[in-house]
Structure formats: C-alpha cells, structure tokens
C-alpha cells in the first residue's frame, strides 16, 4: 500500500514525514502518471488558491476527481476547501468530492494560528488540533459522518471513502488521524 501526497504547494513533507512514521510507503504527487503508483491520496495544507490554479495548470483536476471514484482522498485545511463541493470563494475550482461549504480563513489569519485539544468521536482521550488560516466547514449532507467539532462548527468529517478536516494533524504528536486515513485505504484496496 502507497499513499501518495499531493506535491504542488503546502505542507506536504509533513505528511510525509508522518507516513514515514507509520511504517508506510508514500509518493509525491505531481503529476498523472504517480497515480499509478498510489492507493490514497492526502491533499495538504497550504494556500488554496495557488494549488487550485497549480491542480489545473498540471491538468490534475480531471486526474484527482476520477482517481477519487475508486479511493481514498484526504483534504486537510486548504485541500479540505479544495476537495469540497462549494467555497466562498470563487477563484477556487473545488473537487467536489464532498459536500461540504468551506469559508477561508474562519478562524483568522496567519497571525490568529492556534492549536486546541479536541475530541474525536472515535477516541477517549483528546488530541491537539492546529488551526492555521484554517477554514469552517458546513456540512451540506445527513450522509457525511461528523468525527469532531470545535467550538460546535464540524473540523472532521467523512463521507464513505473521502475525509477532510478543518485543522493539521501532521502538526501533532498524535499520528491517530492518520493512521484513521490508511485504515480507510486499506479497507477500500
């Protein structure tokens, strides 16, 4: 099993340091033919609108929205807004693989960065979530599953093989949430 990360713009090697941690065979993601070698697929953080313009400037979008009929897919932060099937801003040409409404920036800019511990509806104990420039998500179906809120706005959802979150769990010591994205993989390989 290989999860590949979406490579354009963002925070990738951090995930990729995460899935080194696990044990897990991972790809940089930057062009169509590395999906051939992947079974998942994380979109990271970073700035929405540059990777948006970067996913249709490598013609990845097609690429992205077929491969996500028959995998997984995990947005975090901006590529949970770009995996999402509306955001409030128009220059985003989202995935539309789950339908959930993205607000950039919710929780404040750069400078307003946080981390807070949250519950996870499948864990006892808290983990540490960080918010940077971190969108609110609205979920737009009863089908979507919520896994975690923060101040009562959904920051972890999942519809059937796609997941997204509000905040970074590649920032935290906790390695749960991937380790929750490989087991969805593994159980759709």
Do not use: W
């Not at 409404?101 to 960080?130: C, E, M």
């Amino acid at each position: 099993m290989t999860i590949g990360v979406l490579a354009l713009q963002g925070d990738f090697s951090l995930h990729l340091n995460v899935l080194s941690k696990l044990k897990v065979s991972s790809v940089l993601v930057k062009k169509t033919t590395d999906f051939d070698l992947i079974n998942g697929l994380i979109i990271p953080g970073g700035e929405s609108t540059v990777i948006s313009l970067l996913i249709d400037k490598f013609n990845l979008y097609k690429k992205i929205k077929d491969f996500a009929i028959d995998h997984c897919v995990y947005g975090t932060c901006a590529g949970a807004i770009l995996v999402s099937s509306e955001c409030d801003d128009k220059k985003i040409n989202t995935l539309n693989l789950i339908k959930v409404k993205s607000l950039r920036n919710f929780y404040g800019r750069q400078i307003n960065s946080f981390s807070k511990k949250i519950n996870i509806n499948f864990l006892k104990n808290k983990i540490n979530a960080s918010f940077i420039r971190a969108p609110k998500l609205t979920s737009l179906s009863k089908k979507n599953k919520i896994l975690a809120h923060y101040e009562n706005n959904p920051v972890l959802l999942q519809y059937k093989n796609i997941l997204v979150s509000s905040f970074h769990p590649e920032l935290s010591s906790s390695t749960i949430i991937h380790e929750y994205f490989i087991k969805m993989v593994k159980n759709n390989v």
